[in-house]
């Protein structure tokens, strides 16, 4: 039995060697030691005195629990982990860095703040095996810090309300991979979600719109006189705190978003006098109430801006951000300003009598015009204003940062301005938009595969560096009614994210994020928490040669293998391994593909009609 034993140890060692370390986001410098660490002793905790550092403590016992790993009070028969934050500050680490080193009997923690203690950790939790019955880990000495101060993911709550206990589970998330912002999209037409008690109509009426099943637009009906408002919720300024607390001792600064002048239908269904038209108005419950023109401009069938021209908006402004800088201690507040529509404002006699007073041109200058003195407000409060590219149209506002999300031009344009950047493009942070193939996923806006996602760059060529602050990935939640698939929709792209405002450009390698990747679909089924792995599926594109309907196969996966068929047979398994394009012939089939990796099937099997193939080829 004991030789049975050290044959498995050294076995589980050599394969520790090969396997390296699967961390998200890659560390700076992992350098692995001969040997390795067997957790098969409580672990005993020796701290310094700092209640952040503890509570990051209390929250990795919670974690050991779960895995079914011991930890004792005494350091009698335990592998001692010691935590030390460092008296004279290392600068190669920074605020967030950290030095990990695993040895063959202990662990050793150093940081210049209990944030570096926090993201250490982290990496740490990745290092255990998900496995209860294998706990070896190699010995191993990290040197790890971040390449941007904001490493962020927006939630929108607006779209599909989020419970209190919801957002902490996106925050736990989140807080594993390293991000520390969370920009927390709390308005919007659909709905008012945080609690203003200067205003209580925010909440008694713009929290709340009718019930609607199915997805956004035509498919949904506008409200019906005297319809009950059951669908929607808010949170109270307590809830609000409980949130801010939670996030704080898990490294996460909150940035609240209060979107405006426009997405204000549900603030002027509380308060339609701040309107041009001043006409009654309803909170969305995501039904069709704009003209979208395909090229990025669009017509507002029911109004839904505030009246830039009219003083009790601001002071109404003044009311929401004086209550939101109370609450949020964090540096920043998100005030929106994107998709305004001009329109009301052009066709209303008192707005262009204000306009010619002022001797404001148009309605981008007027726009400008609102966002100055919403920054004014939110600066009055000792916050820094942060809001959408659109806010550059007009003139930019002093000492505003911009989030670019219409690509990188807004960004890059700020950033040559000296203002501070926020790169957020729909081109690689979009986090609501389709992962895989049609068939078997919702079909949105735009599609954004998880390789063009870890693509994404936040510094783009000849701009300075120190005006970007980092990145971020943007949930919308139209689609999204519940916090498992928000994780499904967030999940893998957002490990693509970390990594692109966490490590080094240089070491940057998709091949080995992918081997890494897989690693973690097994501790999120651990977890019982759903995660997308729609990466492993073909991608299936077609095109017409002459009359010839040709398609070709990838997917982004080392070492896999992908069959398919196209006789109506199965399984995919016994048909034909993909080698180059084939035609797909004429007749009443279907396209059967599915990838395979070490003689098993992985991911979803893919069938498409040659009619939608057809489709597809002529678009």
């Known amino acids: 039995m004991k030789i049975k034993l050290l044959f498995l140890g050294l076995f589980a060692v050599v394969q520790l060697n090969q396997a390296q370390n699967n961390i998200i986001p890659k560390p700076v410098n ?4 001969e040997g390795s660490l067997l957790l098969d002793k ?40 010691k935590v030390s934050l460092n008296s004279k500050k290392n600068t190669e680490i920074g605020d967030e860095g950290y030095v990990l080193e695993l040895n063959k009997t202990s662990v050793e923690i150093g940081a210049n703040t209990a944030a570096g203690v926090w993201n250490a950790f982290q990496s740490l939790k990745q290092l255990i095996p998900t496995s209860s019955e294998d706990k070896v880990i190699q010995t191993c000495r990290i040197v790890d810090y971040p390449r941007f101060k904001w490493r962020g993911l927006m939630l929108d709550v607006s779209r599909h309300f989020f419970s209190v206990e919801d957002v902490k589970q996106f925050i736990d998330q989140m807080a594993e991979y390293k991000f520390n912002v969370l920009h927390w999209h709390l308005t919007d037409d659909q709905g008012w979600r945080i609690e203003i008690k200067s205003l209580p109509k925010l909440t008694e009426v713009g929290a709340w719109r009718v019930e609607r099943s199915g997805r956004f637009g035509e498919e949904r009906e506008a409200p019906k006189p005297g319809e009950k408002t059951s669908y929607g919720g808010y949170y109270t300024q307590e809830q609000i705190k409980e949130v801010i607390k939670y996030a704080t001792d898990r490294n996460i600064s909150i940035v609240p978003e209060i979107d405006v002048p426009g997405h204000s239908m549900a603030a002027l269904a509380a308060y339609p006098e701040l309107s041009t038209k001043k006409e009654p108005k309803y909170v969305s419950p995501g039904n069709k109430f704009a003209n979208w023109f395909g090229d990025g401009t669009f017509e507002m069938i029911v109004e839904n801006t505030l009246n830039p021209a009219d003083e009790k908006v601001y002071e109404f402004l003044d009311k929401v951000f004086t209550e939101v800088a109370a609450l949020f201690p964090g540096e920043y507040i998100h005030m929106g300003g994107d998709e305004c529509y001009h329109g009301y404002w052009e066709r209303d006699e008192n707005v262009q009598q204000f306009m010619k007073k002022n001797k404001i041109k148009d309605s981008h200058e007027l726009q400008s015009y609102f966002v100055k003195r919403v920054e ?6 000792g916050k820094k204003m942060i809001g959408w590219d659109e806010i550059l149209e007009g003139g930019l506002a002093d000492g505003a940062a911009v989030m670019s999300w219409r690509g990188m031009k807004g960004g890059i344009e700020a950033a040559k301005m000296g203002h501070e950047v926020v790169m957020s493009p729909t081109t ?23 390789e063009k996602t870890y693509s994404f760059e936040p510094i783009p060529d000849g701009v300075d560096p120190k005006f970007i602050l980092g990145g971020q990935g943007n949930l919308w939640t139209e689609v999204i009614p519940n916090m498992q698939f928000a994780f499904y929709m967030t999940y893998p792209r957002a490990f693509a994210i970390s990594e692109s405002v966490w490590s080094k450009k240089s070491d940057k390698n998709y091949d080995d ?16 928490r ?33 069959y398919y068929t196209i006789d109506n047979t199965y399984p995919v398994g016994f048909g034909k391994k993909y080698i180059g394009e084939f ?28 009619s939608e193939l057809e489709k597809r080829a002529k678009k």
């Open 513 to 528: 994020f992918v081997l890494r990747t897989q690693h973690h679909f097994e501790r999120f089924d651990v977890m019982g």
């Open 42 to 81: 409580p672990l005993f905790f020796e701290l310094p005195k700092n209640g952040q550092v503890e509570k990051t403590i209390d929250e990795f016992k919670a974690f050991l629990s779960k895995a079914n790993i011991p930890f004792s009070l005494s350091l009698s028969n335990s592998i001692p982990v």
């Open 428 to 450: 690689y942070a979009y986090l609501d938009y389709s992962q895989g193939d049609h068939s078997v996923e919702n079909p949105i806006y735009a599609d954004l595969s998880l």
């Open 30 to 33: 992992y350098t692995s030691t």
């Open 376 to 381: 004014k407000i939110i600066s009055s409060k």
């Open 583 to 610: 035609e797909i012939p004429q007749g009443n089939l279907s396209l059967r593909t599915q990838t395979y990796l070490k003689g098993e099937p992985v991911g979803r099997e893919l069938i498409i009609s040659r």
């Open 530 to 562: 759903n995660i997308s792995k729609a990466v492993y599926d073909p991608e299936v594109k077609v095109s017409l040669k002459g009359d010839k309907l040709i398609c070709t196969l990838s997917n982004s996966i080392p070492n896999s293998e992908i």
